[in-house]
């Protein structure tokens, strides 16, 4: 049976040939992707790693080394990919949980306000699905209590906020190339930031990493001839069947691939970057079919996007009223082949592996409550057109009967 895949983006023949082939033999592609990211973010520096977790290791790392020595925590959102922790334990620093609004995804501001800086380095945004943070108000913020911002795009490249580039706020961002992003070489990541001592910091830390392993970029460069074919709806039907493979999986803490990124994916993700806003138009169409399709459904509620934001739409989350519905929809929307998934399965205050990293504790409603009620849906190109329609009529069959969800 054809299946729509979660999320993903398509590659053809000739983005692996020549994007590879580009970037075998020279750094060209590399610098001209350099160059690409750093003009788009709107910051001054642009550094590659081999994948969105290294990126912020690398960050974190060099905002220790660059900042307050008193100053050894981390902000994040209580709800956002696992990586996030890993990174700030791999890093050396401590984990502080700022709850965020169930309705936008953006941190709860009255508790971020209400924090206690002391002791805090960095707030991290997290820019869920494509959907920008309330960036602005997290930028000043900071800036007012003296901390520095990491501004995390992993799965929002090209989105804007405020008529700037989401990863381009506060003192640094990161961008990610992996599977499920906005554009993908199987693995990848991007760090960009303003000149000054924590962009020195950073050079410092990017340059102690390894070189790419050919062997390692062999192997992606297969994977991708493969991911390139099977994301068709009548591939991957048939390989997400295939136990072992892991697609759609969180786990904690995957092997951080600690190193630099090769030349050659660096080839291919050029000429994805260049393609960057016909891609992400997809996914916005995609995105706005299934916000007017589900707009009067019954049982569920869409996500508030703020007037000055333009989403990307890496993913589009709806809200189901409580887990147990949620589990139904899904599995409906699963059976009839539609790539739903229930996202990250917890806040980050349930995960236990992110229990010995908390520093202090603030109420985590919010996160709690979209960990227990959001589903995304796909909006990548091979979602066929009539997929709102699909979407809705599932959803009033499962759920039609129901009051609207809160
Ligand atoms: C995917 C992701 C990361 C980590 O990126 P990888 O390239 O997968 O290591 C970090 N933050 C967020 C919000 C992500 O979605």
Known sequence: MSFIAPAGTPLRFADLAAGIGAGLFTNRASDDLLALLTRHSGQSRCWTVASGRAAMTVILRAMKAAGDPHRNEVIVPGYTCYSVPAAIERAGLKVRLCDIDPRTLSFNLQQLRGMNFDRVLAVVTANLYGIPNQLDAIE??????GVLMLDDAAQALGARCAGRAVGGFGDAGLYSFDKGKNITTMQGGAIVARAGAL??????????????????????????????????????????????????????????????????????????????????????????????????????????????????????????????????????????????????????????????????DAAQSGAIQVARTVVTLPTHGYSPADLGQRVRSIVDQVLGDRAPGK
């Not at 000043?140 to 209590?145: K, T, Y």
């Not at 059976?335 to 399965?345: L, M, N, V």
Request: net charge positive; charged share 15%; aromatic share 6%.
């Open 140 to 145: 000043s913020l900071a800036a007012e209590r």
């Open 199 to 360: 962009a020195a910091a950073i050079d410092k830390e990017q340059r102690a990493l390894p070189a790419a392993a050919p062997l390692e970029t062999l192997s992606y460069t297969i994977k991708l001839a493969l991911y390139g074919a099977l994301l068709r709806p009548a591939l991957y039907g048939v390989v997400q069947r295939i136990p072992g493979l892991g697609l759609g999986r969180t786990i904690y803490e995957t092997p951080t691939p600690m190193r630099r990124y090769s030349t050659s994916l660096a080839g291919l993700a050029l000429r994805l970057a260049r393609r960057l806003d016909a891609i992400n138009a997809v996914r916005i169409g995609n995105a706005a079919s299934l916000q007017s399709a589900l707009a009067t459904a019954n049982g569920i509620r869409l996500p508030e996007i703020s007037p000055d934001a333009q989403p990307v739409f890496a993913r589009f989350p709806i809200f189901v009223r409580d887990a147990a519905r949620r589990a139904e929809l899904v599995s409906a929307l699963n059976a009839a082949g539609i790539g739903a998934t229930t996202s990250y399965p917890e806040a980050l205050v349930n995960v236990p592996q992110v229990a010995p990293l908390l520093a202090g």
